[in-house]
């Protein structure tokens, strides 16, 4: 049973830049949730796609923006790249019909803008 | 808002050693409470929870009490090995486990 898969491991972007990463949920999973985490700091909450729509979002500019397919795969977009967007970015997957049962989360996109 | 605040590493400790890692959270309502463990070049698994008030989570070893009296849920273990060490992350959640606030992680370090 694949758990939650993150692509690329790694990326390379400069400046003004947009980049798209990719998450593929755990099998059985409907809802995906985007963290973004700086060096030496926790995971900030990005926001969270249930049926195709953002449900929730947390305090990050308009730059960043997302979709979520049939399949329940999603896409994290950023646009206008900064310096400070540099981070390890982490998709977590769930089930709304087990909303009791914790977040499964893959390995990450680690982001370097130059 | 919600917050989580934990102790600063790192926390360096020699094998067999008892670990305490400090956690408090300001949240409204009653959260569920987290601790995840991220090892270098991985994403973070869930290490044990708890949803209410007095629950004590545990796993590998672990163990957490829910402490609604002092808004904490300190990560105890009694005996650490080197493979423990990773960064610890304290966390919240106040609606169905979907978004987690997370406090800053601590460090462990654990030589032989």
């Known amino acids: 049973d694949a758990g939650v898969t993150q692509s690329p491991t790694h990326l390379i972007k400069t400046r003004g830049q947009q980049v798209t990463l990719r998450c593929s949920p755990k099998s059985g999973h409907d809802t995906v949730s985007w963290y973004q985490q700086a060096l030496g700091q926790g995971p900030q909450f990005i926001f969270q796609?249930?049926?195709?729509?953002?449900?929730q979002r947390g305090n990050f500019p308009d730059r960043f923006s997302g979709h979520q397919f049939p399949n329940y795969s999603s896409e994290l977009n950023v646009n206008a790249l900064l310096l400070g967007d540099s981070a390890l970015y982490l998709c977590a997957s769930s089930s709304q019909a087990y909303s009791n049962q914790p977040q499964h989360f893959g390995d990450g996109t680690r982001l370097s803008i130059l | 808002g919600n917050s989580v605040t934990q102790m600063e590493g790192p926390v360096t400790l020699s094998e067999e050693a008892f670990l305490t890692i400090n956690c408090t959270y300001t949240?409204?309502?009653?959260?569920?409470l987290f601790w995840y463990v991220q090892y270098p070049g991985e994403g973070l698994q869930l290490l044990l929870k708890a949803t209410k008030a007095d629950d004590k989570g545990s796993n590998k070893g672990f163990e957490a009490t829910y402490r609604k009296e002092t808004t904490s849920f300190h990560l105890e273990k009694g005996s650490v090995q080197v493979s423990d060490s990773a960064v610890y992350f304290c966390a919240l959640s106040d609606e169905g486990f979907q978004k987690l606030v997370f406090g800053t992680g601590t460090r462990l370090l654990v030589s032989p």
């Open positions: 796609y249930y049926e195709e729509e953002e449900r």
């Open positions: 949240a409204t309502g009653y959260p569920s």
